[in-house]
């Protein structure tokens, strides 16, 4: 286990950090209607910029491009179905065309992008950019930016506490967990409770109740230290964020109820936490987003709890979601918490394992 | 409980049988045992003889490989919260909440087992008394000696005021002071019908039992009082008659 643990971490993050940010969905409307110009007396030729640009955006692999309305779009990135939507203007190409003639007229594309992932929100804008200057010579050429979410432009800071808050519920609740229970066997409590009336279930409970609050003191004090100290924002409700970080933590509490059955020692308890948050945290999206992902790791990562609780963590805080556009995500933390009980009442011990 | 709580007998094990899963250890080899209320039973065998696996499926604890086992006539481990609060159990190790205090401990056990709180109160001071604890009850239990741990670990295993206590090896690290005074309040607790099985390593201790029990390598090679067994062997004192039983080999501790 001290040999497999360093090799299976190592190989999970090599594999899931490997790719650059890629297939970063957007959605694009080209509205461009093209353009005749005239070249020279009785020469007419027609440019279809717009297309150009789409097909530009097509090609470059850090996007994986849908094309539809612009409003759909700006609902698809509210809802967090994309990263951005780009609307490119009706007189892309006449107005393209002009500058290139020396015409003083901007050409602007508009982008309406999720403020929330800096680095994502930074290729998309390259890319945009990039594809915008490969029609022409730059000067003139605006992306203009409108960030989702109120506007809201987040710091490095206000960004990963969301995905702090869910590694610290998933690291320090299945460590301190593990070796809480561990130490029942360890001190031989936990053969004197084996002569008590205290059925296997009641204890159990016992474990889940005692560690729960303590996974919630450990998530308030994370959220308590973000916005005393480090002024973060919480757009969305702060009962809600309790309730999902209520939830999230009960997830891992009956994990480490059922992991413990797998721990024979206090150390093989303290390396059983991070050979499940360290691969959660490579997979969940919170260094890079899960469609970056190798395509056979992505089911894989849609797997993992963390996944799920970003997603909440990051659409109370720095979205504003409300229960209605977490409900998919908090019913997928409820059913993997359903299957870890049902793991660990079937595994709790009534007497000694021998 | 069946009848024969009625004729006395409080534990009966017929061809009790441990193998452990985990080395194929025969820690327990086909043991047969009755021990009636009000008695005081001593095993004692060297380490590893198999006396704490026997004390285990008396508790409940462990589940036997092959066998029967009945505590105040109910099939154990199968049956044991019929009869898990009349049993008390202070296991080899100190088995304690560290962080918790004494008075915590106790409250905590007795809570498990169903002592009203109105009954906790008198009970847990009556056994502080009988220990000498009582300036202790608020120490955490990390900061107490071997010995004061020894005498929690017994104070929780009598709070609910059992029919039958295990103490196995209760008094492994005590002072021949305290020892003495132990088997003094065994014995007391034996005069009002609380049946006590106790393991040991320490022959002297085994002279103080009503019956003994002999242990090697999970079989019971010899049983009897202490004067029947003296006899039977023609010596003077229990530990003879074990290193003549274990054909000369001491035992340790």
Known sequence: ?354 | MGDSSQVGLVIEAESLVKVYRQGGVRAVDGLNLRVRRGEIYAFIGANGSGKTTAINMMTGALAPTSGIIRVLGVEQPRNRHEVASLIGVAPQEYSLYQDLTVDENLEFFAGLNGVEQGLLGERAGELLDILNLRGRRRTPVSELSGGMKRRVSIACALIHDPEIVFFDEATVGVDPVLRQFFWGYFRSLAERGVTIVVTSHVMDEAERADRIGLMRAGRLIEEGTPSELKQRHGVNTVEEVFLKLSGGVTVDG
């Open chain 1, 1 to 354: 286990m001290m040999i497999a643990m360093p090799a299976i971490v190592m190989v999970i993050f090599g594999l899931a950090l490997s790719g650059e940010v890629k297939n970063i969905p957007i959605l694009v409307q080209n509205l461009d209607v093209g353009y005749e110009a005239q070249a020279g007396p009785g020469v007419s030729i027609s440019v279809e910029s717009g297309a150009d640009l789409a097909e530009a955006l097509q090609g470059d692999d850090s996007l994986r491009v849908v094309t539809g309305s612009y409003e759909d779009g700006v609902t698809g990135v509210d809802d967090g179905d994309y990263f951005a939507a780009v609307r490119i203007p009706a007189d892309f190409s006449e107005r393209l065309y002009r500058r290139m003639r020396g015409e003083d007229v901007d050409v602007v594309v508009d982008v309406y992008v999720d403020g929330t992932k800096p680095a994502i929100r930074a290729s998309i804008l390259g890319a945009v950019g990039d594809s915008l200057r490969s029609l022409g010579d730059g000067g003139g050429l605006e992306v203009a930016q409108v960030l989702a979410f109120g506007g809201a432009e987040y710091s490095g800071l206000d960004v990963s506490i969301p995905s702090v808050m869910g590694f610290v519920l998933t690291f320090l609740v299945l460590l301190i967990s593990l070796i809480i229970i561990n130490r029942e066997t360890a001190m031989g409590t936990l053969q004197r409770l084996y002569t008590t009336p205290l059925t296997a279930f009641e204890r159990l409970l016992g474990y889940v109740i005692a560690l729960l609050v303590l996974g919630m003191m450990m998530s308030g004090v994370v959220l308590l230290v973000g916005v005393v100290f480090f002024q973060v924002t919480v757009r969305g409700s702060f009962t809600l964020l309790f309730i999902s970080a209520f939830l999230y933590a009960l997830t891992h509490v009956l994990l480490a109820v059922f992991l413990s059955n797998f721990a024979r020692n206090e150390l093989q308890a303290v390396q059983l936490a991070p050979i499940i948050a360290l691969p959660s945290m490579a997979l969940s999206g919170m260094l890079v987003p899960v469609n970056s992902l190798p395509d056979y790791i992505q089911p894989i990562a849609r797997l993992v709890p963390l996944y799920y609780g970003n997603r909440v963590f990051e659409g109370v805080m720095l979205k504003g979601y409300g229960v209605g556009e977490l409900s998919g995500d908090l019913l997928v933390i409820s059913g993997m918490a359903a299957v870890f009980l049902i793991l660990a009442a079937m595994t709790v011990k009534d007497r000694i394992d021998a």
